[in-house]
């Protein structure tokens, strides 16, 4: 029988938009999956309950993080994973905001925008990876054909890993989409990410969060006043891969960095979380060993049984894992595998 508690929380109104506002820390969740490339159950829920456990604001799934491939019909794992993590974040003490991937074309979003609010979802992290050839026109209405299902939220992913170059008069056109709720800022590039910032200073818009995925500059992103426009933007939350590792400690910086004026000392912090990103993300092999190193990471604290991922040619580059070595001895404080290593057993229960 379920908890009256969390019976509560799955049938009272929950304002996700409101809390999206307070500046939430969300991690892209990974696939566990077994050594035959199917679907791992047990550690797949173990990685939810260890989020929900460190402290998370929501959860992103079905992302570049989880993996685009789920959706190969001979894999078959989009819904799957959705239903898994949705499950366990009912279970929560309180209330979480739901994000799930969207992607494709328009007929495939729109598909994939219905599936995620059958399952409860708030929200499509809406990826336009594969619209590069399309013009800015035909981009905005996509994107207004899958905001009319679901709440958006717009997704900068940088073009090495599968993104496109969006402009800063996309993002304008963008910012007029009545049911757009936030955006993640992804490109790795300054430039870029100010192209999305002036945009929605420009639209006079108030109810458009800005959250990085920016895991080249996570802490500074947080730490930086954007004045554009005759207005002084924030980014108060971050949505990112990086974060669906060392998630407690995560959840902390978060905390410590929202909307807080630089300092020496949150500036050096800055430093060791890109430096232990470019390991995690392999930054020296153009990213390509970004979703592996996560595994590792996770392999090696207990919450995943070995790095595989749906591509059997996607694994660690040359040099990453002594990359990654390093800054495990470099930055203990920003590991939390004292935490995991308490609770472990629990979560694989």
């Given at each position: 029988?379920?908890?009256?508690r ?38 797949q ?19 570049h ?15 799957p ?51 590069r ?59 870029q ?143 939390d ?13």
């Open positions: 029988m379920e908890n009256p969390t019976l509560k929380f799955m049938t009272a109104p929950f304002d996700f938009r409101s809390s999206l506002r307070q500046g939430l820390a969300i991690p892209a969740h990974p696939l566990a999956l077994t050594a035959q490339r199917r679907l791992d159950e047990r550690h829920r173990a990685l939810t309950r260890y989020y929900l456990a460190s402290g998370v604001g929501g959860l992103a799934v079905g992302v993080t989880t993996q685009f491939g789920i959706r190969d019909p001979k894999v078959g794992l989009f819904e994973v959705l239903a898994l993590a949705a499950e366990e974040m009912s279970r929560a003490a309180s209330p979480l905001v739901r994000i799930g991937g969207v992607c494709g074309s328009t007929a495939q979003a729109v598909s994939e925008a219905a599936l995620l609010q059958r399952h409860g979802y708030h929200a499509a992290l809406l990826s336009l990876g594969a619209l050839d399309a013009s800015e026109s035909e981009l905005i209405d996509h994107c207004r054909a899958v905001a009319e299902v679901i709440p958006i939220i717009g997704f900068y992913l940088q073009p090495c890993v599968g993104g496109c170059l969006l402009t800063h008069s996309f993002w304008s056109r963008f910012a007029e989409i009545e049911n757009v709720v936030a955006i993640k800022i992804a490109p790795f590039n300054r430039y990410t100010l192209d999305v910032i002036r945009a929605i200073a420009e639209s006079g818009r108030e109810d458009i969060m800005l959250y990085t995925g920016n895991d080249d500059s996570i802490v500074t992103d947080f730490l930086t006043p954007f004045p554009l426009a005759g207005r002084e933007l924030r980014i108060i939350g971050g949505l990112l891969g990086h974060w669906s590792v060392w998630t407690q400690r995560a959840v902390e910086i978060h905390q410590r960095c929202r909307l807080a004026d630089a300092t020496p000392e949150l500036l050096r912090l800055g430093v060791e979380v890109t430096d232990s990103n470019a390991a995690f993300f392999d930054a020296a092999n153009g990213f390509r060993g970004c979703i592996a190193g996560l595994h590792e990471v996770l392999r090696r604290q207990g919450l995943m049984k070995g790095l595989w991922c749906l591509d059997e040619n996607e694994t660690l580059s040359p040099g990453q894992l002594d990359e990654i070595d390093r800054v495990y001895r470099a930055n203990p404080h920003l590991h595998d004292a935490f995991i290593a308490q609770h472990r057993d629990a979560w694989l229960s």
